[in-house]
């Protein structure tokens, strides 16, 4: 069967507003910043500012799994996320070992456990501990999830500024329309440690570093019960500067639809005047409704890209709109954005 | 739009290399490595980037990079910002586009593999932000040139065009994958031409951190060897310049060879160790000859995964095993690991070099180190400089986390 269409038939999320899409959905339609919490910075009186995912009220059984009892905070976060967009498809063990892609996308990784690995060796490396090191691959969170999941086929770990997350949208969906895979997780994972808050704060002071997960759990058309389409991711276009940035925000607007009243835009703005000039520029015409979930979440660089694509399929799934335009200006590399409808 | 895609083959089409970069502790281009993987050349020394006396092993195979230029001029400050890994991406991009020759100007996919991108400007980040709390200057910078995507972006700007970046994080298996990506993008249409490849630098966390697992030979790197105790880190880098055949005819490029398989999946074993039945790199294997509509039979060498740790080679061979079945004896196999070390995310595209220099000058790349062979394997090590017919070679990566995949290779006549 040739497959020309992708859809989404799950979705979840980890965020420090909480273990689960609801949770997620509740902070953004509020619209208020959640509180901050404070993070020691070594060598500082003065601590920095973070988001963190709060300790789940209900532990998820997952947790326990073999795999993820010595793994970074990033692994629950990603396979949570990630169970909680699969759904029932998870008892489909035989479908999800041999057509279940997997794709997760980063940028700092797993960067608790590399710069406590990385301490650990300058104090004395004939010591560093040899369970921390596996962990600070890029790709553990995915060789979690594979692990977890029982996921033998294609599992891909991508590594960008926030724009990677679409990047990997794209990716799934081309896996989908080869027939590579029949189903495609698609999960944006980050999480929090005084180094990344840190390097975050020397670029935008204002600026707070959070952690999470976002999961897409896209399918081909021969699935049934989906609630929205993928309809277009843009081309990634690339930026070396501020002035570029610009140029690649208006290229990536120019290629979505200019939508219409009963449609959302879901920014990666972060009410940081400086620092949202080129995605306000781009978008400054667009008629419908807007959501900017880092507002109130943080910054989360794919994890947060990901939390876009989760509320706006959301907003879908439940009938407030016709369709959603996702903007991704991301951190350092690219401008891309997708459509769902 | 990567999504639906522009434009789209409405049958595969045939992908062809035109350009290839390599740096490795053997030298820097085509005609230095080429020469030292015909002669089996090891290229390990004591390492000197970094302090290793309280580490196990001593030795890595370093890359001797030209002097950064100390020039005032702006091409020159940047150059000197630039880390190791940069360095020898940009080396390595620069041969396979020269040798490619293409132009600037144009959109063009870039997809990389690496496993730490320039992280010996983060490991300078943290040493700073420990030591000097108080002091940021030059913190920015090391932030900033320390993500793989910037990497990217200045591959980009040194040779003179700009599209989308695609890096891919599969441990040691990250090469190729980024070649089977690039391959899968021409191959389907959605581009004519692609940059595609690996590139790593040593640095001290990934050194301590395989000497902390008691990965790393405290001897010498011995892969398939009865004896072997572990795996030696190199450092490098491979581009290779994909191109769909009939624009690459249509302007009379050199063609160097022909990728016509790949094959990728997940061991969901262990995070650091094999299954020890190979089912996963069994699988890749043969995935890769499927996608090619060939058998083991037409393959003529196989450029193993080969890390020389006990686990990694004993998987490995049972996979090829099972994989080649009756063509197992009489197939020639080796692991340039023993001359180069291993390259982590540059591992797979430099190693797929490797290959296309076989297949170009139709000789074997031996192992010189290996000195009993461990039964377990029933291929045919390649132990001696020797011409060969090779029309067909065979790649394969086996990484952390289960990411395996495996690549072919033809003989471009």
Request: hydrophobic share 45%.
């Amino acid at each position: 069967m040739v497959v020309s269409r992708v859809f989404v038939r799950g979705l979840g999320a980890v965020s420090p507003a909480g273990w689960s899409l609801p949770a997620l959905r509740a902070a953004a339609e509020h619209h208020e910043p959640l509180p901050v919490q404070s993070l020691a910075r070594p060598g500082w009186a003065e601590p920095l500012r973070v988001r963190q995912v709060p300790t789940p009220v209900d532990r998820p059984r997952i947790l326990a799994h073999p795999r993820l009892r010595r793994s970074s905070a990033i692994s629950h976060y990603a396979v949570a996320a990630a169970l909680e967009a699969l759904g029932p498809d998870v008892a489909d063990g035989a479908w999800v070992a041999e057509r279940l892609g997997i794709v997760v996308c980063v940028m700092a990784g797993s960067v608790c456990y590399s710069r406590r690995f990385f301490e650990e060796t300058l104090r004395d490396p004939a010591t560093a501990s040899p369970l921390v090191f596996p962990e600070t691959v890029f790709n553990a969170p995915a060789s979690h999830l594979a692990a977890c999941l029982g996921a033998g086929g294609s599992n891909y770990t991508l590594v960008g500024d926030n724009g990677a997350y679409l990047q990997g949208v794209a990716l799934a969906a081309d896996w989908l329309l080869n027939g590579r895979v029949a189903g495609c997780l698609v999960i944006g994972a980050e999480e929090t440690d005084w180094i990344m808050a840190d390097a975050l704060r020397l670029f935008r002071r204002r600026a707070v570093h959070s952690a999470g997960a976002g999961a897409l759990y896209l399918v081909a058309e021969d699935r049934a019960q989906t609630f929205a389409e993928l309809v277009a991711v843009t081309d990634a276009f690339s930026f070396a500067d501020r002035r570029e940035q610009v140029e690649a925000a208006r290229r990536m607007r120019a290629q979505l639809p200019a939508g219409a009243p009963g449609e959302l835009l879901c920014l990666s703005t972060r009410n940081l005047p400086g620092a949202d000039l080129a995605e306000e520029n781009a978008w400054g015409d667009w008629p419908g409704a807007r959501l900017a979930p880092k507002v109130v979440l943080g910054e989360a660089f794919t994890a947060a890209a990901a939390w876009q694509c989760v509320l706006a399929c959301e907003s879908l799934r439940r009938g407030k709109f016709k369709a959603a335009n996702v903007s991704v200006v991301g951190a350092s590399q690219q401008a891309i954005g997708a459509r769902f409808a | 739009m990567l999504f639906p895609p522009n434009q789209t083959a409405a049958a595969p089409v045939r992908v062809v290399v035109t350009g290839a970069g390599i740096v490795t502790a053997l030298g820097l281009g085509w005609r230095a490595n080429a020469d030292g993987f015909r002669a089996g050349r090891a290229a390990f020394r004591p390492v000197t980037l970094f302090d290793v006396s309280r580490q196990r092993a001593r030795l890595a195979a370093e890359v001797d990079l030209p002097a950064a230029p100390e020039s005032d001029d702006a091409a020159s400050r940047v150059g000197r910002r630039l880390d190791r890994a940069t360095r020898m991406l940009l080396l390595a991009a620069g041969e396979a586009w020269g040798q490619a020759g293409w132009t600037g100007g144009e959109r063009l996919p870039l997809v990389l593999g690496t496993t730490g991108g320039g992280m010996t400007l983060g490991e300078a980040y943290v040493k700073q932000a420990l030591a000097r709390p108080a002091l940021s200057r030059g913190q920015p910078t090391r932030i900033v040139h320390y993500q793989a995507q910037r990497q990217g972006l200045e591959v980009g700007a040194a040779l003179g065009f700009r599209g989308p970046i695609t890096i891919i994080a599969n441990a040691c298996a990250s090469g190729t994958n980024a070649l089977g990506h690039a391959w899968e993008l021409v191959r389907t249409g959605r581009t004519e031409r692609a940059l595609a490849g690996g590139y790593d630098a040593l640095c001290q966390l990934t050194f301590a951190g395989f000497d902390s697992l008691q990965a790393l030979s405290p001897t010498r790197c011995r892969p398939f060897d009865a004896g072997r105790d572990g795996l030696a880190l190199g450092e490098g880098a491979a581009i290779l310049a994909l191109e769909s055949l009939e624009p690459a005819r249509r302007r009379n490029a050199e063609i160097l060879g022909e990728i016509i398989g790949y094959g990728a999946a997940t061991d969901t074993h262990h995070l650091t160790q094999p299954h020890p039945g190979g089912d996963t790199a069994c699988a890749t294997m043969t995935a890769a000859c499927a996608s090619a509509g060939i058998g083991p039979a037409q393959v003529d060498y196989v450029n193993a995964h080969g890390t020389g740790t006990p686990a990694n080679d004993a998987t490995e061979a049972l996979a090829i095993n099972r994989w080649a079945g009756p063509r197992a004896p009489t197939l020639p196999v080796s692991s340039t690991k023993a001359g180069i070390g291993h390259l982590l995310g540059a591992a797979g595209a430099a190693e797929a070099v490797a290959c296309l220099m076989a297949i170009r000058g139709q000789w074997l790349p031996p192992q010189l180190s290996l000195i009993a062979p461990d039964p377990a394997g029933r291929f045919r090590i390649v132990q001696a400089p020797a011409d060969a017919p090779v029309r067909v070679a065979l790649s394969n990566s086996f990484g952390f986390g289960g990411a395996n995949a495996s690549l072919l290779l033809r003989r471009w006549s």
